[in-house]
């Protein structure tokens, strides 16, 4: 009698094996890394987004100081630098490594 029952078990183990295995979804495939860095590129690009051109009457070129920070002549940096404003309107200097160091509100 126990080993008819444990038979049963074994049976009843496999089939519910068997039938989980048939319901399960395959897996999903691998992007190859040709695809993976096109997708990483096409985010990086949406992610940063370019300044607008400043407006120019047509046939004028561009010109580096058109794309530069305005220089606030009024203020200077803690070693004399120059201060100029940024986009969203904070003061900021360049410092000896070469990094935007901001200036605090009260300076």
Avoid at 29 to 44: F, L, P
Avoid at 76 to 103: A, M, Q, R, S
């Amino acid at each position: 009698m126990k080993q008819m029952g444990y038979l049963l078990m074994i049976l009843w183990s496999l089939w519910l094996s068997i039938d989980g295995l048939a319901q399960s979804t395959p897996p999903a495939q691998k992007m190859s890394v040709n695809d993976r860095m096109a997708k990483a590129r096409a985010a990086k690009a949406e992610k940063n987004i370019l300044k607008p051109m400043p407006a120019l009457a047509p046939g004028q070129k561009a010109t580096s100081a058109d794309y530069e920070a305005p220089v606030v002549k009024t203020q200077k940096g803690p070693h004399g630098e120059v201060v100029h404003t940024g986009d969203k309107g904070g003061k900021f200097y360049i410092n000896k490594n070469g990094n935007k160091t901001y200036l605090s509100s009260n300076q």
